[in-house]
Each structure stands twice: as structure tokens, then as C-alpha cells.
């Protein structure tokens, strides 16, 4: 099968889910024949089930014929407390951020042993940059996700660390060279990286605390890190403003 590795189960309710499931980063249009595989759903049953999730508004299908992701699955998803919570609290620092940086800002939470973009705002300068608002990366290779792994749970830290793969030259794949930079996020308060997750690009970023806590991390990228000092504290910054609204 191409796509999901678990069978779907006999419930209606659990095959359109399937459906839904089978769309991710690398998969934002499919056929009916590619949702099939990918759902591991017969093709009568996928273009039953196909149908009724158009008719709902959970899919939509494009002028070439794919589906892809409807409009009211998005509404919804606006209504998650990952954004309605700290999306609205962060959107006026992300603004006055971007403002007196003009860099790509970024805002993102662990979910398991990845990054979530749950916002974004795309900077002037023509640097590469690989996350859109809903998009996972590795936590490894990006300096939000460095913030989020220094401060995750040993056993995410673990799993994180043994498999440490490889996006450009200079992504860290050494589990060693890892745990000392982590060990330096805790010790200075900030993460960077340098053309680990695109070439061309850069990344400096902070956390977010709520009271003790690390719910977030806030980040920028940039095509380098010469004014790194001026940059890490806006960043702080407006790290701290967030933290604040959100009752910390």
C-alpha cells in the first residue's frame, strides 16, 4: 500500500477518516485512485465515501480532476485551541516582529517528534523557506524545533535523537553534536541554525512559556546570522509579551 500503514476500520466513520488521513505535506492532491491506495479503501467504497465528504465540504476537487482539502475542514481547524488560544494571543507580536525585522516569522508547537507551524508570516528577503502554517518538519533540522526538542520529554528527546536524518549538507545528524547544542539552547536561552533544513537559509528562535512551562517557540529566518544578538532579543522579546497574555 502507498500511503497509511493502518487498516482502516469497518465503521463508515472510520474509513472516511482514513480518506481524510491519507492527504499530508507531500501528498496535498490526490486522485480517487491515489486516496484509495493511500486509504486502503476498495475503489466503490472510496468513491462513495469521496462523494459525500465533497458534498459536506471536507474535500474539494480541482479543475484537474484531484481532490484536495476543503474549506471546511480549514474553518474547523481554525476553531483547535492550538489556534484559537495561541495563534490570536501571538498574531500582534508575530505583526510588530515581523515589522521591525522584515524576516520570515514563525510560530510553532511540538506535536510528537515534529514541528507545527501554526502560523507565518513570510518575510521581503528571498531566503528559502520550507514551512507554510499547517506544515510538520524535523525538530532536528529547524531552530524552532531545536527550542521545542531542548525542552521536550526525555523519551521524545530519544526518539528524536536516533533518528536523526539527513536534509542538506549541513543538517547535525551526530546524536553527540546534537545533545551539546541542546544542552546550549537551555544555557542561552535561544537555538539557531545554518542552512540545516534549506540551503540559503537561517533560523534563530526562543521559547514560550506559560508560567514554567515551554508551549511554543517563536522564530525567524533569515539569510544570516550576523546581527544575531539584535535579532535574538526581539525575539525574546516578544516571546515574553505572549508568554504574558497567555496568563503566564
Not at 476498495?42 to 462513495?48: G, W
Not at 515534529?114 to 531566503?127: E, F, N, P
Not at 541554525?193 to 514554567?212: D, F, K, W
Request: glycine share 10%; charged share 20%.
Amino acid at each position: 500500500m502507498a500511503g497509511n500503514t493502518s487498516t482502516p476500520g469497518a465503521s463508515v466513520t472510520s474509513r472516511a477518516l482514513a480518506l481524510l488521513g491519507a492527504f499530508d505535506e507531500h501528498h496535498r492532491r490526490l486522485t480517487l485512485t491515489e486516496l484509495a491506495d493511500r486509504a486502503g479503501l476498495p475503489m466503490p467504497t472510496a468513491h462513495r465515501l469521496v462523494g459525500e465528504l465533497v458534498a459536506w465540504g471536507a474535500l474539494a476537487r480541482n479543475a484537474a480532476g484531484e481532490y484536495v482539502v476543503g474549506r471546511r475542514l480549514w474553518d474547523i481547524g481554525l476553531l483547535a485551541p492550538v489556534q484559537t488560544g495561541l495563534r490570536e494571543v501571538a498574531s500582534p507580536y508575530l505583526h510588530d516582529l515581523y515589522g521591525a525585522t522584515l524576516a520570515t516569522v514563525h510560530l510553532a508547537v511540538r506535536d510528537g517528534t515534529d514541528v507545527l507551524y501554526v502560523d507565518r508570516l513570510a518575510g521581503h528577503a528571498s531566503v528559502p523557506v520550507v514551512s507554510s502554517v499547517g506544515s510538520r518538519l524535523p525538530m532536528h533540522a529547524t531552530g524552532v524545533g531545536k527550542v521545542l526538542l531542548a525542552h521536550a520529554p526525555v523519551e521524545v528527546q530519544h526518539a528524536v535523537l536516533a533518528d536523526l536524518a539527513r536534509i542538506t549538507p549541513y543538517t547535525i545528524t551526530q546524536p553527540g553534536l546534537l545533545r551539546r547544542q541542546l544542552a546550549k539552547v537551555l544555557r542561552d536561552g535561544y537555538a539557531s541554525t545554518t542552512e540545516e533544513m534549506s540551503l540559503g537559509a537561517c533560523s534563530l528562535a526562543v521559547p514560550i512559556r506559560r508560567g514554567p512551562d515551554v508551549v511554543a517557540a517563536l522564530g525567524m529566518v533569515l539569510p544570516s546570522l550576523k546581527d544575531r544578538a539584535r535579532l535574538v532579543g526581539a525575539l525574546q522579546v516578544a516571546a515574553r509579551g505572549i508568554g504574558r497574555s497567555l496568563g503566564g
